[in-house]
Every structure is written in structure tokens, then in C-alpha cells.
């Protein structure tokens, strides 16, 4: 199946400070890629959805000025965390979307443990 | 809000067929079901997808009812690796983002 990896895999960052994670598709051009969010115990939840040279789209409740996204190539979309507080401390899944008809084929990265101390 | 619905937990014992239901009696006729799962902390894999017939991968096998209302998942020799929470998912073409419901935690054990 396709690859998609993420970086960092978990960083440790202090309150106020801006936090960048990075989802690549590796072997395939994503049409779309998808930023997701998960507390303990929780499942996964939708932030937001991002095509390529365009402006993310943002689920209702996720600030869009603290969660910047962009999504500059077809393999590449960042998730920039703005003045992280520990209330941002999660772990966060992009997937990334290889088709552009029909089945829905979404292949997920390792996902980012962010904590905020 | 996810679409479907799934028992919140299930045990099953190391080499048996593990059967996990899923409800989405909501789905569209351009939806297809897609299941998912998720080991701790890592992100989530896919095993299957559906749309109205039944589906067989190296995984698993996806058995679908015939009003499309429901549909099983089926770990034929279920291992400890297996052990992880499944996702059962209703989803429209290409390019819609996946909405994950609680899903079923497997937990198998020898």
C-alpha cells in the first residue's frame, strides 16, 4: 500500500511556543490530505481538509489561526500548531487521499505526539 | 457525526474467527463501507472496503447484508497482533474525509 509518513513522530514543546508537523505522501500525489486530532481514550476527530494550492477547510470549533495548514505540493501538507498551550498537548493523524473518483483510498501517516508543557 | 454504530468491545480467543458488526443503516447508494483499525498509538490501517458485495483480502472478509444496512467483519484466525480498535466507516467518493465513529475494541487473547 502507499506510505505516508510524518515528522516529528512526538515533540516536546514549552506553552507559547509554535509547533510544525509534516505529512508527506512518499510514493503517491495526494489530491487531498485530511489533519486529524485524538485525545486519550478518544477517537479520532476531523480539524481539517486541505487541496493542494488552496486554503484549508476548517471543522466548526477548530481555530483556523491557531491551526495553520498548508499544503504546498502534492506531497506535502503542514500542520502548524500557533502558540501551543498544554490544552494542544494531542496526538495528531494526517492522512492523505490518492484518488480523484469512485473509492475513497486514504492512507494514514504514523501520527505526532504533541505534548506542551 | 459518524454513520454507523459498533459494539464498544469484543474478546475473542487467539486463533478463532473474530466477527465484528457494524450498523449503518443511513448509507447511501454511493457510499461504500470501509473498515479501519487502529493499533495504540500508531495511525490508523486499512483492512477492507464494500460497497454491496461481499469483499475477501489477505486481512480479512467483509460480508455486507443485502439492504446494505449492516455489515461484518471477519478475522478469520484472529492472533494477538489482531488486538486493536476497528473502525467501520461510510464514506462517498474520492477525496471526502473520514468520519470515525468509538468503535470496537478487540482485545484477543490466548
Known amino acids: ?117 | 457525526d459518524a454513520k454507523t454504530t459498533q459494539p464498544p468491545s469484543m474478546d475473542c480467543a487467539e486463533g478463532r474467527a473474530a466477527n465484528l458488526p457494524c450498523n449503518h443503516s443511513t448509507i447511501s447508494g454511493n457510499e461504500y463501507v470501509y473498515w479501519y483499525r487502529q493499533i495504540h498509538s500508531q495511525g490508523p490501517q486499512y483492512i477492507i472496503h464494500g460497497l454491496k458485495n461481499n469483499e475477501t483480502n489477505e486481512m480479512a472478509s467483509l460480508i455486507i447484508t443485502e439492504d446494505r444496512k449492516s455489515s461484518t467483519l471477519i478475522l478469520p484466525h484472529a492472533t494477538l497482533r489482531d488486538t486493536a480498535v476497528y473502525y467501520c466507516i461510510v464514506s462517498a467518493g474520492a477525496g471526502t474525509a473520514l468520519i470515525f465513529g468509538k468503535g470496537t475494541t478487540l482485545s484477543v487473547s490466548s
Open chain 1, 1 to 117: 500500500g502507499a506510505v505516508v509518513s510524518q515528522h516529528p513522530s512526538w515533540v516536546i514543546c514549552k506553552s507559547g511556543t509554535s509547533v510544525k508537523i509534516e505529512c508527506r505522501s512518499l510514493d503517491f500525489q495526494a489530491t487531498t490530505m485530511f489533519w486529524y486530532r485524538q485525545f486519550p481514550k478518544q477517537s479520532l476527530m476531523l480539524m481539517a481538509t486541505s487541496n493542494e494550492g488552496s486554503k484549508a477547510t476548517y471543522e466548526q470549533g477548530v481555530e483556523k489561526d491557531k491551526f495553520l495548514i498548508n499544503h504546498a505540493s502534492l506531497t506535502l501538507s503542514t500542520l502548524t500548531v500557533t502558540s501551543a498551550h498544554p490544552e494542544d498537548s494531542s496526538f495528531y493523524i494526517c492522512s492523505a487521499s490518492r484518488g480523484t473518483s469512485g473509492i475513497n483510498e486514504q492512507f494514514f501517516g504514523p501520527g505526532t505526539r504533541l505534548t506542551v508543557l
